[in-house]
């Protein structure tokens, strides 16, 4: 039944008693393992932990197509030294929960927090279908999530998104000893340059996330060439706004 605290109670030193105390230490040794399996969800998504265990990530690399999404607080800094160190873990805690759940319904794994930042992976390390189009529907739906918190909470929170989808390296990367399961390449450093860039209550995608995304539920804006901190040249870039939000711009068609 899963209840790896139950244990046989050993009343004599014969074979039975081996039997019973071998029993006892298998059920410890479960226990163990089932909080380790805990521990590991909390500290990494629950599909690269499950990965992870099973074996199925080996340490290197391989070529995915994913969709990219990075996203962070506008004016954290501003915020946070009015306020304890406490209360700025409470803050962030109850911003990262909901936006998590998010990410988690669009298919995607929240590969990392960074201070008031989280970035999304959607594609590895599961393949799955328009990685793109999930990672901007998420995207969406952060910032919609994010108004009713502003409206329910008593902090007023504003982020800014970028997403990029293409291809990357993803896989276990680190030492023997110390490993995380992560994304790199030029698309990662898109997305996030995107971010950097978005405004308030905004997100920025690339062509190629444009190209994908979902024409019923969204739309994207095109932008002025933008030109990216570490970026050679300008980069083609979109303002990604909800469907029904398009019909409301005065110059939509």
């Not at 199925?56 to 969709?67: D, P, T, Y």
Request: with cysteine.
């Amino acid at each position: 039944e899963g209840r790896f605290d139950v244990r046989v109670p050993l009343r004599s030193n014969d074979e039975l008693g081996d039997l019973g105390s071998s029993f006892n230490q298998m059920a410890a040794d479960l226990e163990l393992k089932e909080r380790y399996r805990s521990i590991l969800d909390l500290v990494a998504d629950k599909a690269v932990a499950s990965d992870l265990l099973s074996g199925m990530i080996e340490l290197g690399g391989e070529e995915r197509r994913v969709g990219v999404l990075f996203c962070d607080i506008r004016g954290f800094t501003a915020i946070s030294e009015r306020m304890t160190p406490p209360d700025i873990i409470l803050m962030l805690n109850e911003h990262f929960t909901p936006l998590t759940e998010v990410v988690h319904r669009h298919g995607g794994v929240v590969d990392k927090f960074v201070g008031d930042l989280i970035m999304a992976i959607f594609g590895a390390p599961k393949t799955i279908s328009n990685p793109g189009m999930r990672a901007a529907a998420c995207a969406l739906e952060m910032i919609e999530w994010r108004r009713k918190l502003n409206e329910a909470s008593g902090w007023v929170i504003e982020v800014g998104i970028g997403v990029a989808t293409g291809t990357v390296v993803a896989g276990r990367m680190g030492s023997n000893n110390r490993l995380n399961y992560t994304v790199l390449g030029a698309k990662v450093n898109l997305a996030s340059r995107l971010c950097g860039k978005a405004g308030r209550m905004e997100t920025l995608i690339d062509e190629e996330t444009a190209l994908e995304i979902d024409l019923s539920a969204a739309c994207a804006e095109p932008l002025p060439p933008l030109e990216l901190k570490g970026l050679a040249g300008t980069v083609t870039a979109f303002r990604l706004l909800p469907a029904r939000q398009q019909e409301l711009q005065p110059n939509s068609s």
